[in-house]
C-alpha cells in the first residue's frame, strides 16, 4: 500500500480574478521509505501538493490518502510532521522546550517528554543545546531544531517545505547530508519541496518535476544514484545526467505556455 | 552614557528657564498694580492705562518688577520653584513631622487617588483582556463589540463621569467604586486595542504548524496566542495606566469630593490657590511616571524571564 497516493487530484482558488488552478489532474504514489522531491517554479502547486497531504489545504477534486486514510485522519493518528521554510521557533521557549510543544499538545507523559527530546537532539546533532533560546543558535542550528521538533512525536512521514530555502549554500550542503543520514537512520518517507535542482537531485530518490497554469505534474524521474551519498557524488556523470534531465522537465514545462 | 546625561539635564535646564521667562508676563499686571500701590513709578501709570497692553510689552517696560512677579501668594502662573515648596511642604515635610496621612498632605490624597486607580486599572486590564479574547475567537463579538468600544472612547469623559456617578449613587454604590469605574471605562479600551493585535501577531505559518499537531483552540490560545500577545499587552498597560490616573481624577471632580489628587484641584481653583493647583498636578504626572515605570520594570523581568531580548 503507497503511504501517499493522489489520484485526479485538483484544487481550484476562487479569486476575485478568476479562477486559478493551483493544482490540476495529479495523480502520484509515494512508497513507504521513498524521498521525494518536488521541483518547478513558483505557482507550480509544489507547496499546495505538499499542504494538501497535511490538510492545511483542501482540495476540490479528486483524491487524496495519507497511509490508506484522509490527511485529517492520518493528522489525529499524528502520521506526519511538518517542516517549514523559516524555523517558527517559539522565542519564549528554550530549544527544548521547543521540541516538546507537540508533545504536550498531544499529551505526553513528562518523562517521555524529556526521553524524546534527548533522543531527537542527538538526530540532528544538537546535544546540549537543549537549554538555549533560539536567539542563541544560527540560522541553521534553529532550523535542524525545527527538524527535531517534527520528528519528536514518531510521526512516519516527514514533509518539509522549502526547510533550508533561506539559508546558504555552504550551511545548505551541510544540513543536506545530515538529512541523508538521519532518513537513511529512521527509514521515514520524505516529501520534500524545493527549487534548487542539486538539492533534488542529490536527497531524492525519486523527483517530481511540476509546472505551473495549472499546477501539474510533467516528469517523475526514478534516481539511480545509490542510498550512500556523499557530497562528491555530485560531480560524477550520473548525477550531471539527472540534473540534466530535471531541468529538461522543468524548461518543457515552461514551454507548454 | 555622560554626553546624553548631559543632554538631558541641558533640555530639563531650557524647560525650568522658559518656565520660569513665561512667570513674568504671566504675573506682571499684578506685580505691577501691587507696586505701584506701594509708591514704585511704573510705566505707563494706572492700572487703567496698563489693562489692555500687552503683558511682554509691560515686562519689558518694568525689568525692575520682574523679581515681584516671582513671589506673589497666587500668581497666575507659579514658578518651578514655588511648586516645588509647595511639594515639599505637603509630603516629605508632613512626613518628617509624623503626620504623613493629615488632610493637608499630598500622600493621603495622592494614595486616596491611587486606590482607585489601581482598582480601576485591574477591573479594565481584566475587562479589556476577556473582551479581546472574545473579539479574536469570535467573529460575532468581532463585529459587535469592537465598534461599541470605539463610540465609549469618543464620549468625553468629563460628560459621562457625573452621570456614571449619580446613578451608582442612585442604587447605593459610593466611595472609591464609581471612581474606580470611570478609571477603568477609560483604561479597558487601550488593553483591548493592543491585546486584540497581540492575539491576533502569530503568523498562518505558526497556526499552520499548530494545526499540524491537531491542537485546540485553547491549546493554542494558551501555547502560542497568550505568549505572543505580552509584548503588545504590556505597551498597552502603560497607556491603560495613565488613562486610570485621569479617569480617578476626573471621578473626583464633579462630586466635590474631599480627597484624593482631584479634589485639591478641585479646592485649589475654587480659592484660587493657583500653587496648590500646580503641586496636585505635578503629583499625578510624579504618580503616572511611577506607575508606568514600575510597569516597564515587570515587562523587562517577565520578558527576560521568557528569553526574548528586549
Known amino acids: ?257 | 552614557m555622560m554626553r546624553t546625561f548631559w543632554a538631558v539635564l541641558v533640555v530639563v535646564a531650557a524647560i525650568v528657564l522658559f518656565w520660569y521667562a513665561a512667570a513674568v508676563p504671566m504675573n506682571i499686571k499684578t506685580a505691577l498694580t501691587q507696586a505701584e500701590r506701594e509708591g514704585a513709578v511704573i510705566s505707563p501709570e494706572g492700572a487703567a492705562a496698563r489693562r489692555d497692553m500687552s503683558a511682554i510689552a509691560l515686562s519689558l517696560a518694568n525689568p525692575a518688577q520682574w523679581g515681584d512677579t516671582l513671589v506673589q501668594d497666587k500668581p497666575r502662573l507659579p514658578t518651578p520653584d514655588q511648586v516645588a515648596v509647595e511639594l515639599w511642604q505637603t509630603s516629605g515635610a508632613m512626613v518628617l513631622k509624623g503626620r504623613a496621612f493629615s488632610k493637608r498632605s499630598l500622600l493621603f490624597h495622592g494614595w486616596v487617588t491611587l486606590s482607585a486607580t489601581l482598582l480601576g486599572f485591574g477591573i479594565g486590564t481584566v475587562l479589556g483582556i476577556l473582551l479581546a479574547v472574545g473579539i479574536v475567537h469570535s467573529r460575532v463579538m468581532d463585529m459587535s463589540v469592537m465598534p461599541w468600544a470605539i463610540v465609549s472612547q469618543t464620549i468625553p469623559i468629563i460628560a459621562l463621569a457625573p452621570m456614571i456617578i449619580v446613578v451608582l449613587y442612585s442604587v447605593g454604590v459610593q466611595g472609591i467604586i464609581p471612581k474606580a469605574i470611570i478609571s477603568a471605562y477609560l483604561s479597558f479600551f487601550p488593553v483591548v486595542v493592543g491585546m486584540v493585535k497581540g492575539l491576533r501577531s502569530p503568523d498562518s505559518m505558526q497556526l499552520d504548524l499548530l494545526r499540524t499537531y491537531n491542537a485546540s483552540t485553547s491549546q493554542g490560545f494558551w501555547k502560542l496566542r497568550l505568549p505572543s500577545s505580552l509584548p503588545y499587552l504590556f505597551a498597552s498597560l502603560k497607556v491603560a495606566i495613565a488613562a486610570s490616573l485621569v479617569g480617578a481624577i476626573v471621578g473626583e471632580l464633579p462630586t466635590g469630593a474631599v480627597s484624593g489628587l482631584g479634589a485639591r484641584l478641585l479646592a485649589g481653583s475654587y480659592y484660587g490657590q493657583t500653587i496648590q493647583i500646580w503641586s496636585a498636578l505635578f503629583a499625578a504626572a510624579i504618580l503616572a511616571a511611577l506607575l508606568v515605570g514600575i510597569l516597564g520594570m515587570i515587562e523587562r523581568l517577565l520578558l527576560r524571564r521568557m528569553g526574548v531580548v528586549a
Open chain 1, 1 to 257: 500500500m503507497p503511504v501517499i497516493e493522489a489520484r485526479n487530484l485538483e484544487l481550484t482558488f476562487q479569486t476575485n480574478d478568476g479562477p486559478v488552478h493551483a493544482l490540476k489532474d495529479v495523480n502520484l504514489s509515494i512508497e513507504k521509505g521513498d524521498f521525494v522531491s518536488f521541483i518547478g517554479p513558483s505557482g507550480c502547486g509544489k507547496t499546495t501538493f505538499l499542504r494538501c497531504m497535511a490538510a492545511l489545504e483542501h482540495p476540490t477534486g479528486g483524491e487524496i490518502t495519507v497511509n490508506g486514510v484522509s490527511p485529517e485522519q492520518a493528522r489525529q493518528a499524528r502520521a506526519y510532521g511538518y517542516v517549514f521554510q523559516a524555523a517558527g521557533l517559539y522565542p519564549w521557549r528554550t530549544i527544548a522546550g521547543n521540541i516538546k510543544l507537540p508533545l504536550e499538545i498531544m499529551g505526553f507523559s513528562k518523562e517521555e517528554q524529556e526521553k524524546r527530546v534527548k533522543d531527537v537532539l542527538q538526530l540532528v546533532d544538537l546535544e546540549g543545546f537543549g537549554g538555549k533560546y533560539p536567539w542563541q543558535l544560527s540560522g541553521g542550528m534553529q532550523q535542524r531544531a525545527s527538524i527535531a521538533r517534527a520528528l519528536g512525536f514518531d510521526a512516519d512521514i516527514l514533509l518539509m517545505d522549502e526547510p533550508f530555502g533561506a539559508l546558504d549554500e555552504i550551511v545548505r550542503d551541510h544540513l543536506n547530508e545530515q538529512l541523508l543520514a538521519l532518513w537513511a537512520r529512521t527509514e521515514k518517507t520524505i516529501g520534500f519541496v524545493t527549487h534548487s535542482i542539486p538539492e533534488a537531485v542529490y536527497l531524492s530518490t525519486r523527483i517530481v518535476v511540476m509546472s505551473p497554469r495549472p499546477g501539474r505534474i510533467t516528469d517523475v524521474i526514478e534516481s539511480p544514484l545509490p542510498k550512500e551519498r556523499p557530497l562528491e557524488i555530485r560531480d560524477t556523470p550520473e548525477f550531471i545526467e539527472i540534473a540534466h534531465r530535471v531541468r529538461e522537465g522543468l524548461r518543457a514545462g515552461h514551454l507548454d505556455e
